[in-house]
């Protein structure tokens, strides 16, 4: 069974400090996303890589790099995390066949900066 | 970017077929049209998606119009279990998905 993991399912941080979220696939997926999820506002990518090493930046990069150093894992960091960035993080993952693939999520990590 | 408009919520009877609507009216000839749903405290799971022909699985059917321009996800049963949140999203060459802020469905007993 496909799997998309995500390291803790919640946190709570507080305003400063540097948070990690991990992610892991097991499906040899070259695609890998981070999205953040807020009431009203839906799905909103934040970063995406297509390989090791690789990132392009999405709708709301502001205040989070990634890093990708294996291909099956994935990692969103908050430099200093702000009480802004309470929100619901969803990862994904994604064959790079062609434009048809299906994306795979993980539970997601609820994070709250006080 | 391409985006999805979708109706904020929408109801049905238990058994009956439910018609989710989405516009997509700036979609490129190679945007692919995906749907998820989101149950509640899970991360969003794959229904269907396509390109230009309708398409069947064995949970929805995805039916997309002529101009590629809207599309309609038909649940042909709704169960109390389809009560979730659905999201029309486009894939572009970029591999990027964009979400919008979908359509969350009730189903009444």
């Known amino acids: 069974d496909v799997k998309v993991t995500q390291s803790s399912r919640y946190l709570v941080k507080r305003t400063g400090e540097k948070v990690f979220l991990e992610c892991v696939q097991d499906?040899?997926?070259?695609?890998m996303f981070w999205y953040r999820q807020d009431p009203g506002l839906g799905l909103r990518l934040i970063y995406f890589?297509?390989?090791?090493?690789?990132?392009e930046k999405g709708d709301i990069p502001e205040g989070y790099s990634v890093s990708r150093e294996k291909k099956e894992r994935f990692s969103l960091i908050l430099e200093s995390a702000s009480t802004n960035q309470t929100s619901m993080y969803l990862c994904?993952?994604?064959?790079?066949?062609?434009?048809?693939?299906?994306?795979?999520f993980g539970e997601g990590s609820r994070l709250t900066v006080l | 970017d391409a985006k999805t408009t979708q109706p904020n919520s929408m109801e049905s009877n238990e058994e009956e077929p439910v018609h989710l609507p989405c516009n997509h009216s700036?979609?490129?000839?190679?945007?692919?049209i995906h749907w998820y749903r989101q149950l509640p405290s899970q991360g969003p799971e794959y229904v269907i998606h396509?390109?230009?022909s309708n398409v069947n699985n064995r949970m929805a059917s995805l039916a997309i119009a002529e101009d590629r321009k809207s599309s309609t996800l038909i649940l042909h049963r709704a169960t109390l279990r389809d009560a979730a949140v659905y999201y029309c999203?486009?894939?572009?060459?970029?591999?990027?998905?964009?979400f919008g802020t979908g359509t969350s469905l009730t189903v009444i007993p």
């Open positions: 994904a993952s994604s064959l790079r066949q062609g434009f048809g693939g299906e994306l795979f």
């Open positions: 499906m040899d997926h070259e695609n």
């Open positions: 890589s297509y390989d090791v090493k690789m990132k």
């Open positions: 700036t979609i490129s000839g190679t945007d692919y």
């Open positions: 396509g390109l230009t």
């Open positions: 999203i486009l894939r572009d060459v970029g591999n990027q998905f964009y």
